[in-house]
């Protein structure tokens, strides 16, 4: 029932452009326009699921993703949490962002191909009594395992349903933190970042500048970039030299565990 609504919506915010229909994941390059480059490749990553129909993506998975495979059970998160994208049509602003570089329309009738895609989904109670996230992060995704730090609702839901269980929110945070560094240690410098901002906010794991600067200073070897090296010069100026020495050498541990 809630499927007509939606369209007509889109089909209404659709109504007023009238722009030349171009293919942002063929022409995807503009030189002269770099704000329409990132979004273009933005669109492109996140049309990526909206090719197929639902049901069958997901029914092909399920077997092996209940066996254990992770990579199964993060694709089958990511098809459910594309239909879910496309059933929220109160996201003006992502709609605005694509608009305000051209492509509203495509955007636009994405979602509208992507909610026919997902019809086959309604009464499929099963799949959404499962966190297929969480299922992935346990079985190994890397990928899932660093949406899972990023993305504690997606995991614990709001904050007033984690506040009935504190222990749930004790054992996101733990978990969250040694998937990471599970991940560092199987070469993941994305992993190494993620712990990086993480130790340095305060928000899963305690606030510490010193294990902070130590992860950024083994992202720098690995992966050197403005950030990095803003971080590390911010960071430096709160710690005293001997806190530095040892975020030197934790780093050399982290760097060693990643990428040697």
């Known amino acids: 029932m809630r499927f007509l609504p939606v369209k007509k919506a889109l089909r209404q915010r659709m109504s007023h452009l009238n722009q030349a229909f171009i293919n942002p994941c063929v022409h995807h390059t503009n030189p002269s326009n770099q704000q329409w480059l990132w979004v273009a490749r933005h669109f ?17 998975r399920i077997t092996a993703a209940r066996a254990g495979d992770a990579q199964s059970s993060y694709e089958i998160h ?41 019809q086959g989904l309604i009464g499929r109670t099963e799949l959404g009594d499962e966190n297929w996230l969480s299922l992935a992060a346990a079985q190994g995704s890397v990928e899932a395992r660093l949406i899972f730090a990023k993305d504690p609702k997606a995991i614990i839901g709001n904050l007033t349903e984690a506040l009935k269980d504190p222990e749930r929110i004790t054992n996101y945070r733990r978990d969250a933190i040694d998937y990471l560094n599970e991940s560092v240690s ?58 530095i020495e040892r975020s030197n050498e ?4 982290i760097y060693r565990s990643c990428c040697l």
């Open 78 to 118: 990511n098809r459910i949490a594309s239909c879910k994208r496309a059933l929220n049509s109160g996201d003006a602003d992502e709609y605005k962002a694509y608009a305000s570089v051209g492509l509203g329309e495509q955007y636009s009738r994405k979602i509208d191909q992507e909610i026919d895609h997902c």
């Open 250 to 253: 934790m780093s050399e541990a």
């Open 44 to 60: 492109c990553s996140r049309s990526k699921h909206l090719t197929t129909k639902a049901t069958p993506h997901i029914d092909r």
């Open 186 to 243: 199987q070469g993941s410098v994305d992993s190494i970042e993620a712990l990086a901002d993480i130790h340095d906010r305060g928000i899963i794991a305690d606030k510490s500048p010193e294990n902070s600067l130590a992860y950024w200073l083994a992202y720098q070897r690995a992966h050197p970039n403005s950030q990095s090296t803003a971080s590390i010069a911010r960071l430096s100026k709160l710690l005293q030299p001997n806190q």
